[in-house]
């Protein structure tokens, strides 16, 4: 790599960097979608997160704007959101640059949650090891704080849609100790934050599934 391209990158490194301290000095409570790449489903679910976002504007006393957008992983305009929001079904894949502007987000403040609506798993395992080459999910003890942020979660992730009978997992991604990555496995939140009519969930399921996601809203903005 030439001198000028190296310079390139680290000036671009530096500027994301200082993009996303600037954002989040600023307090801003607001999150947003992430799009990806490999073909994946990564626009699923398109009622759950505006009504995940007005469950918290109502009951956790957020101020997020009530229609979400959309960010590209590897855009510096994902340092604008204190939280980011992932889910799908298929395959995930992240470029280089995807992984490196992520992982300058993550390290700089910034929280993502990825909730598997389905067969996620092998994909993001193997795309994070390129965001965190020397880092692996770790399961969450019942007792994190993300489970006792606005509501009380005694035995951990809730189970909110079944697909092949394992337990709910919550898995994290740790920076200096900071959790800075969660990602939802068998519990598929997101299918008991969308309307009533697309999963008949029972008003008790959809009540626990959105206050899960207020705890994680509440501890990505506080954290």
Known sequence: MSFSSKFLKNLTCAVSILLCLTAFNTNAQDLAVLKYKGGGDWYSNPTAIPNLISYCNTNINTTMNPKPETVEVGSIDIFQYPLLHMTGHGNVFFSDADAENLRNYLTS????????????????????????PNKELIE?????????????????????????????????????????????????LGDGWEDEEVHNDSPDVRIKALKMGANIVKYAFEN
């Open 109 to 132: 403040g910034g929280f993502l949650h990825i909730d598997d609506n389905y067969g996620m798993q092998p994909y993001v395992e193997k795309e994070l090891k390129k965001v965190f």
């Open 140 to 188: 969450l003890p019942k007792n994190h704080p993300i489970f006792n942020t606005a509501y009380k979660f005694p035995n951990g992730l809730p189970k909110i849609h079944e697909h092949d009978g394992k337990r709910p997992q919550a898995m994290g991604m740790f920076v200096e100790d900071r959790l800075v990555l969660l990602f939802t496995f068998e519990s598929d």
